[in-house]
């Protein structure tokens, strides 16, 4: 029994660091055969060491895994007013993630070593960005504008500029997170190297949000890094900077993001539309396929979201129709099952950061979630951030939570 429990616990090892090395590729048989695998793994690694028995299932680090659970059978509750059940089978099968992950965490599933997790990210991150370059090579002789070429490339080979971010921050925090366990230079100054890699690679592409949330991280970082008698006046110079860097930065690539313009911006006008859809039924919903199919058909009867082809490309396809959708989490749950959907919204947004501060956990474990719930303001979970890669990453931060509240509590 014992070698069986070791093969397993190696196994959810492997397959889980599997799964987190592939969030920032678009899905493929590999991330499905990874999710697979961890799923299993972590369910018979639950029950032959018994985890489930030695925890409650009705305590605040719970919420969001309960959250999980009801936002997905929240589809089923709302069959009989769904009017377009025909797009209802895809937006089922595009939030299984929710059901498995959301059991998983009621099961209680082992830890994976911080430390694998971030030389996992930092060497993710450097050999996308590696293939990225092998890539971009032979187009930059006839490239005229670059970085348009770049950010192309990257999207249609690796991912979503706002998935693939979420990754390179995560790197990025990683790096400063190893820096502090080292005492040697010899180990410290690659890490500073792929810091300035990273954050180039995300000043570089059409991420608003990744640019934003990196200067944050950089702060953070910094700070982490002095002792404690100077983080008060270096916060006091560094914030000002950071804010002066993001705004050069998201001046330079998106005109449109000025004040004066920032009514003319696309998700502006799909929030607006949103907005008109919740309006009609603010407390109960219209059920996730009528709103994917409204917001769709708002999206081609706008003179000023019809121009955007790619949007209104991924609306009007059937097999596509998970790309019709508010670009805010809050919104997107509010429209399709009311109150009950934001409140499921709220439980596996905002209480596992809530948790994760009541426990102690690590700075930048707490940073993690709180740049996800930021990314969330203008994306959804079946958006740039799958809703595989978004409930892993909420496994991980509630494993971490309760770990956190372990050693509080032991400590005490």
Known sequence: MNLTRKIIAYLQLISGTALFASLPIYFNTFTQWAMILFITTSIMDSLLQRRFSARELLTMEKIPFWACIGTFLLLFVYLPIDHYREHWNILAESRLAFLLFGILGLLGTRKIPTKVLAYTSIIVSTCLIGYLLYLFEPLLPGAKNWKVVLNLCRTI??????????????????CFWLFKQYDSWIKRAPLLFFIG????????????????????????GFLYLLPTTYKKKALFIMAPIALAVCFVLINNHFKQTSVNNFTHDYRYAIWKEGAKIIAESPVVGIGAGTAAYTLSEAFKNSEHLSAHIFLIEQAALLKNIVGAHPHNQFMQSWMEHGIPGLLCAFGWLIVPLICLKRNKSNVFVITIWTLIIIQMQTDVTRGSLTDLGFCFYLLLAMNYAQQSSKEVVNSK
């Open 157 to 174: 080979n690796i991912q979503a500029h706002m998935a693939f971010n979420l990754y390179l921050n995560i790197a990025i925090i990683s």
């Open 197 to 220: 890699l990273f954050y180039t690679c995300i000043a570089l592409s059409d991420g608003r949000i990744g640019i934003v949330s990196c200067n944050i991280i950089m702060v953070i």
